[in-house]
């Protein structure tokens, strides 16, 4: 049962795993290179080393399911955006789907499926993530994707919205919420072929993704 974490050195994917590890969850941090190995082993967490713009398959022997928290970087060019966050998460739905995992679940963006919508700069970043979330929807291996707003830094409230509509249009949401949303969706075995917006607001964790 041991969950793979695609982007475990992100910001998200640290907090992620932190919170998973506090939780007794058995994962494997993926890594792209040794010298951020240190970090995973002083809080006893396994990890691989692999690559999305590269070999990938062996980080997914003896895992049952995915969380894909990896994304370019906003400075980085649109090679890295198209190699990582397009190219490297259909090649990591569809290796999900050849080992036959029990779930992918993938962290996109808000509003990724207007992507003309979105500040020019974010343009083909938003459009990496609506083909990937496009590509997931129609893959056999069940999914849930989350599609956290505007990420900010601040502390974990542990209460989250999953409207606009529930914050008065505030769109912004701490990746430390995140973090803790992605510990729940990957503890609530349950939940299938389902999305969820993601926002800072009121309601308890699990009783917004539900």
């Not at 649109?78 to 999900?96: C, N, S, V």
């Not at 990746?175 to 917006?197: I, M």
Request: aromatic residues 4%.
């Amino acid at each position: 049962m041991t969950t793979l974490v695609i982007g475990a050195n992100g910001q998200i994917g640290r907090q992620f795993c932190e919170l998973a590890a506090a939780a007794d969850l058995p994962i494997r941090a993926m890594i792209r290179n040794v010298a951020q190995q240190p970090w995973f082993k002083e809080r006893s967490i396994e990890t691989v080393i692999a690559d999305l713009e590269s070999e990938l398959d062996g980080a997914f022997d003896g895992c049952d399911q995915v969380i894909f928290t990896a994304g370019s970087g906003p400075h980085t060019g649109l090679d890295k955006t198209l190699l990582i966050d397009l190219h490297g998460a259909i090649r990591a739905a569809d290796l999900a789907t050849e080992r036959a995992l029990s779930r992918f679940i993938m962290v996109s963006a808000m509003r990724a499926e207007r992507p003309l919508e979105a500040p020019e700069k974010l343009r083909p970043y938003m459009a990496a993530k609506h083909a990937a979330d496009a590509h997931l929807r129609v893959a056999p291996v069940p999914h849930v994707i989350l599609k956290p707003g505007r990420l900010i830094d601040e502390s974990a409230t542990q209460r989250v919205a999953i409207s606009l509509e529930e914050t008065g249009g505030e769109n912004s949401v701490s990746r430390a919420n995140v973090a803790h949303a992605l510990l729940h969706l990957a503890q609530a075995r349950d939940l299938l072929n389902r999305e969820f917006v993601l926002l800072d607001g009121e309601r308890p964790i699990a009783e917004a993704l539900s």
